[in-house]
Every structure is written in C-alpha cells, then in structure tokens.
C-alpha cells in the first residue's frame, strides 16, 4: 500500500506563473488535507477536502489560491500569479475515516517544494 | 485561539534520554501528537495522546500529558543516532478538526 504520494517533488516557477500541485492519497483515505511549510516554521493548516467537497478552507489564502479532490484522480492545490512569498514546502496529507474515540491520524506526503524566482 | 510552543533545538549524546516538551493554550484541545520530520521527507506520526490520559509508552517513546497546565513531552529512551530529525508537536479539537502544529524541535543525537 504505497504512501500519500505528492509530485513534483520540486517545483520552480517565475513570478505571475501557475503553480499546480499534486497529492494522490493512502488507498481507502477519502480525506485529504493540504498544509503549508516556510522556513524554520510548523505546518500551517490550509485546506481540508472530501472527495468533491471543500469542508475547511480557513486556512486558504482568499486569492490566487485554490483546491480541488475530484471524484476520480488526485487532489489539486493550484497557485495562480505566484509570488515570492509562495515559496514554501506544500504538504498533502490523507486519513482514513475517524473510528469513534479514536484520534484523527494524519498521513503525510513527502512535500512538494516551491520555489518562486 | 490556539497556539503551541516548542523549545527549538536540543542536543543530546546517543544512548541517553531525550525529553521535548510542548506546551499549547486551547483547554479545548481533545488529541495531541507527537510527528517526526526527517530531512526532506514528509511528517510521520509516531504517537498520539487522548487529553484524558496522563501517560502513554510505546516502546522508547513516553508521553507525559500535565492537562492543568498544558504541558506534553515526549521522552525518547536510549536515543539512537537514527531519531536526529524535528519533531512537531500538534495538537486538535477532536475528529476531523484539523491540526494545530508547533514549529518544531531539532534532535540532535551525537555519536
């Protein structure tokens, strides 16, 4: 059972370009949630998705940022005008459904690196 | 609101104990986790505590849960140089809440 797979793993962009990243989740996880990393800083939470549905986007920068989990195929956060500021570590991570007194386990993906020139 | 805080460094000689402590602000907080982050790789969740407990062991891995005053740690017995990586503390309400996390502590396990 291979792991939440993210790609690319780095991503260089220019400013004023597109910024597609990419997250298939654990095989049976139908909750996937996306968390941003900068530098000597914790995981910052950004978006939270069900399989077509957005149920927290609290943490979503208003504009230029966007998410999607469709029904088939991987999960996308999409950076639209990048700017240096976007630079950071994206980190995707999956759960499986909570068991009742259970704690909610998240399962994380390698990262993907962005980088804005 | 919500705010968890880590010591940021701590350096230790392989074989001896390593305590990371944490410390957060929600009393609302149901669940809190320890997860490991080594160089380039994504988080690993190594163990959890439900906030009714006091204590949790896993093999070298204990948590100490003080809910007065809100205060986890995580102690590491027999520290290998194998577990040098961040370590993040985190925390949520319950469910499906998201994650609250710290901005980590570096590990560092001399020979």
């Known amino acids: 059972n291979a792991g939440v797979m993210q790609n690319p793993r780095h991503l260089v962009r220019r400013r004023g370009q597109e910024a597609r990243l990419r997250c298939s989740p654990m095989k049976g996880h139908s909750h996937v949630y996306w968390y941003r990393q900068l530098p000597e800083e914790g995981l910052k939470f950004m978006v939270y998705l069900q399989k077509e549905n957005i149920i927290d986007e609290s943490g979503m920068p208003k504009e230029r940022f966007s998410a999607e989990f469709p029904k088939e195929g991987p999960s996308i956060l999409r950076i639209q005008q990048v700017v240096r500021g976007d630079s950071a570590a994206y980190f995707c991570a999956s759960s499986p459904p909570v068991q009742e007194g259970d704690g909610e386990k998240l399962f994380f993906g390698s990262g993907t690196q962005l980088s804005v020139l | 609101g919500e705010d968890v805080e880590q010591s940021l460094f701590l350096s230790v000689r392989e074989g001896d104990s390593s305590v990371i402590n944490c410390t957060y602000t929600?009393?609302?907080?149901?669940?809190l986790y320890w997860y490991k982050q080594e160089p380039g790789a994504g988080l690993q969740l190594l163990t959890y505590i439900f906030s009714n407990m006091d204590m949790k062991q896993d093999q070298r891995l204990t948590v100490l849960l003080n809910k007065k005053d809100k205060h986890l740690s995580l102690r590491i017995a027999d520290t290998q140089t194998g577990d040098s990586a961040i370590y993040f503390c985190a925390e949520s309400l319950s469910g499906y809440s998201t994650l609250t996390f710290g901005k980590g502590t570096m590990l560092l396990v001399s020979p």
């Open positions: 929600d009393s609302s907080s149901t669940y």
